[in-house]
């Protein structure tokens, strides 16, 4: 029992130290996303969503990448957005 213990947190601390770093963190390679605006219907749930301030709004209201060396790719715009406007280039 203890044994399982001690794999479960040695696993846990693994999965830390291997935080992917995707290229664009570093400024290079493609953007993190692809946005289709001519789905968009500008209803700020990708940009209220994101954890991690990516978004800007332009001024129709539509989703900009305006950090996108920020974008850890938790996925939570993409599979949020009603009209299927992001995808990843990651994943
Ligand atoms: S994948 Fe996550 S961090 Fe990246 S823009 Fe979408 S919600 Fe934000
Ligand atoms: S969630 Fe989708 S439809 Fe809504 S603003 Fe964002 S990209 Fe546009």
Redesign the pocket.
């Known amino acids: 029992m203890a044994e399982e213990k001690t794999k479960g947190q040695s696993s846990k601390e693994a999965t830390k130290e291997k935080k992917i770093k995707y290229p664009y963190q570093e400024g290079k390679g493609l953007p993190?996303?692809n946005l289709y605006l001519h789905w968009c219907k500008a209803c700020n749930i990708?940009i209220a969503?994101?954890?991690?301030d990516?978004?800007d709004p332009d001024r129709d209201g539509k989703p900009i990448l305006a950090r996108p060396e920020?974008?850890?790719?938790?996925?939570?715009?993409?599979l949020h957005c009603p009209d299927f406007v992001i995808t990843s280039n990651y994943k």
């Open positions: 993190p996303l990708c969503f994101c954890p991690l990516v978004f920020q974008c850890s790719q938790c996925a939570i715009c993409w």
